[in-house]
C-alpha cells in the first residue's frame, strides 16, 4: 500500500464501509495477503449497531441481539472471548386487538403467538429445505414471493383469529409495515432457526453482548492490519474490468476490487459508474420494507415488567421493560414508521399510555437511522418479489463489485449474522480475483 500526499491509496481491495461486514472483510483480506483500505462515512465504526449515549447510559442504539444458532456471529464471539449479558424477563403481556385491551401472563401470549404459526414451520421447511441457499427450491419460492405478511399467512392456513396478532408481531420483526413484508422473509427466518417458531422468537430477541456491540466491533477493529479512515464518506465509485477508483472527502483510492457494505437505503449516496444492474438499482430506488424505529424510554415507577404488542397501525407496536431501575423502568420500544413518530416525551407518553394508563415518561432516546443518511433504514426485510429479483443480483459478482452486510446475506440476512457471513465470503472472492 502507497499514499502520497495528495491523499491516494493504491491497494488491492478497498472496502466501503467499517460495519461488522466491512470490517470482518477487511481482516480476512489481511490474512489472505491481500492490502486494503477501509472507508467509513461516518466518524465511527460499527455501521448500524451502536452502543451511544442516552438516559445517562450506554444504550444499544441500534443492534443488540445475538444467539448461539447464529454461526458466524457466535463463532467471532468464541473466537474473542465475549459471553452473553443476562437477558432480560417479563411478567405481564399487554396487547389491543380491534379495540379490546387485554392483559394476561407472559408466558401465556408468548406460547399462543408461537403456537399460532406453527403452520409457518412446515411451509418454511418446505420451501427454504437448505436455508443458507435460499433459492434452492425456486420452484416454491415463486409460488409466494408475491405475497406480503398477512395474505401470505391466510394462504399458509394460519387460523384467521390469529392473523391480527401474527401481523402485529411480524411487522415488529419487519420494523415497518407486515403488509410491506414478505411472507418468504418470514420463513427465511423460521428456516435459519430451525425451522422453529419458538426457536426464531428467542434468537432474534433474547441474548444481548456482555459489554455491547461495541465491544465485539473494537476486538474484530483491533485485528485489522488496513487503515480504517472515518468521515470519508464514498460519493463515486468507478468500476470496470482493470479496476475500481473511490472517491471520499477528498481521498481516492485505487484497488482492483472493491467490497461494498452499504446498506439499500443508502445505496443512492453514492454514484456507481456505470451504474448498478436494473434490480440492484431497483432496490436501491424502492427499498426494502423497514422503516421503523427503536427507542429506549424511562417511565417513572418500578412497577411490573411487561410487554405491550399492538395491532399495525399504532406509533409503536411492540414495548418491553428490558430494566427495573432504583425508581423507574426502561423501556425498548420499536415503531413502523420513524418518519411519523412523535419521539417528544409528551408524544410517547400518549402513546404508551393507550396500554398503560398510569405511565409517565421522563425521558427518550433515540437515532434515527431512516434519515441516516448512511443508512436509510434499520434492519434488512424484504418487500414481495426481492427475493426472487434483488438477493440473487447482488449476490452475484457485477464486475469487481462484491457486496456483504446483513442485507446482502445468504442465511441471517439482517442480523449481525449474516454480516460476518457475507464479510467474509465477499473477503474470499475478492483475494480470488485479485490475487
Known amino acids: 500500500m502507497s499514499r502520497s500526499a495528495t491523499e491516494r491509496l493504491d491497494v488491492d481491495v478497498v472496502v466501503i464501509g467499517a460495519g461488522f461486514a466491512g470490517l470482518v472483510a477487511a481482516r480476512e483480506l489481511g490474512r489472505a495477503g491481500c492490502t486494503a483500505a477501509v472507508l467509513e462515512a461516518r466518524d ?39 459471553g452473553l449479558a443476562e437477558p432480560r424477563s417479563v411478567d405481564v403481556a399487554i396487547s389491543n386487538f380491534g379495540g379490546r385491551r387485554t392483559r394476561e401472563d407472559a408466558s401465556v401470549f408468548q406460547a399462543r403467538a408461537i403456537e399460532a404459526m406453527r403452520p409457518l414451520e412446515e411451509a418454511a421447511r418446505a420451501v427454504f429445505p437448505r436455508p443458507y441457499e435460499p433459492l434452492s427450491r425456486i420452484d416454491a419460492v415463486a409460488a409466494l414471493d408475491h405475497l406480503n405478511i398477512p395474505d401470505g399467512l391466510e394462504a399458509l392456513g394460519v387460523a384467521p383469529a390469529e392473523i ?15 403488509t410491506d413484508g414478505a411472507i418468504t422473509s418470514v420463513l427465511r427466518w423460521i428456516a435459519v432457526a430451525g425451522w422453529d ?42 468500476h470496470g474490468p482493470d479496476g475500481v477508483v473511490a472517491h471520499a472527502n477528498g481521498i481516492t483510492v485505487a484497488a482492483r476490487a472493491a467490497i461494498v457494505t452499504v446498506p439499500w437505503g443508502a445505496l443512492r449516496q453514492i454514484t456507481f459508474a456505470p451504474g448498478l444492474g ?42 418491553a421493560v428490558d430494566r427495573v431501575e432504583a425508581d423507574s423502568r426502561l423501556l425498548v420500544c420499536f415503531g413502523p414508521d420513524a418518519a411519523a413518530f ?53 449476490r452475484r459478482a457485477t464486475g469487481q463489485l462484491f457486496f456483504a452486510g446483513g442485507d446482502y446475506a445468504d442465511g441471517w440476512a439482517g442480523f449481525m449474522d449474516g454480516a460476518v457471513e457475507s464479510g467474509l465470503r465477499a ?3 475478492a483475494a480470488t480475483a485479485v490475487l
Not at 427503536?294 to 399492538?310: H, S
Open 427 to 429: 473477503a474470499r472472492l
Open 342 to 394: 412523535d419521539a417528544s416525551p409528551s408524544g410517547v407518553q400518549a402513546t404508551l399510555r393507550a396500554y398503560v394508563p398510569d405511565a409517565t415518561v421522563d425521558e427518550v432516546a433515540l437515532h434515527d437511522w431512516c434519515a441516516d443518511p448512511y443508512a436509510g433504514q434499520t434492519w434488512l426485510f424484504m418487500r414481495p418479489g426481492q427475493l426472487l429479483e434483488a438477493y440473487p443480483a447482488f
Open 44 to 82: 465511527r465504526i460499527g455501521g448500524r449497531t451502536w452502543v451511544g449515549p442516552g438516559l445517562g447510559l450506554e444504550l444499544e442504539l441500534g443492534g443488540g441481539w445475538v444467539h448461539w444458532l447464529q454461526p458466524h456471529v457466535w463463532a467471532e464471539l468464541r473466537r474473542y472471548g465475549i
Open 197 to 238: 417458531a419458538e426457536l426464531i422468537d428467542e434468537a432474534a430477541g433474547t441474548y444481548t453482548i456482555e459489554g455491547g456491540t461495541r465491544r465485539l466491533v473494537e476486538a474484530i477493529r483491533a485485528d485489522v492490519e488496513a487503515p480504517v479512515l472515518l468521515d470519508a464518506p464514498v460519493t463515486r465509485l468507478d
Open 278 to 319: 436494473a434490480a440492484q438499482a431497483a432496490a436501491a430506488r424502492v427499498g426494502q420494507a423497514s422503516r421503523g424505529v427503536k427507542a429506549w424510554v424511562r417511565i417513572k415507577g418500578a412497577g411490573e415488567k411487561f410487554l405491550v404488542m399492538a395491532e399495525e397501525g399504532h406509533p409503536l407496536n411492540f414495548v
Open 164 to 178: 391480527p396478532l401474527l401481523a402485529s408481531y411480524w411487522g415488529g420483526n419487519v420494523s415497518g409495515l407486515a
